[in-house]
Nanobody
């Protein structure tokens, strides 16, 4: 079973930067897409950015130009570098991974526990 552990959240002033990390662990798996989502209180979870195993990226319009997603396939790790943060970016950020359980040849999708990002004005 694949597990995701996020780190890097915290409190930052508007205009500052944060780098989130997410490490996948487990056995017999191959991850295809990894991504970051965020959820504000009372709102639906929304995509921030995603990246394929080949490096193709997809960004939500709200973070376009201010965030960069990257991954290290050898370390099963995905990063989200967020710059010029705004109070509106305050949310719980969740890591997501989709891939194949190679022991069963079965698709899986897993979520991390979330990391809180708070941007003060």
């Amino acid at each position: 079973q694949v597990q995701l552990v996020e780190s890097g959240g915290g409190l930052v002033q508007a205009g500052g930067s944060l780098r989130l990390s997410c490490v996948a662990s487990g056995s017999s798996f191959q991850i295809n897409e990894m991504g970051w989502y965020r959820q504000e209180p009372g709102k639906q979870r929304e995509l921030v950015a995603a990246i394929s195993s080949g490096g193709d990226t997809n960004y939500a319009g709200s973070v376009g130009g201010r965030s960069t997603i990257s991954r290290d396939n050898a370390k099963n790790t995905v990063y989200l570098q967020m710059n010029r943060l705004e109070p509106e970016d305050t949310a719980v950020y969740y890591c997501n991974a989709q891939g194949i359980d190679t022991s069963k040849y079965k698709f899986f999708e897993v979520w991390g526990q979330g990391t809180l990002v708070t941007v003060s004005s």
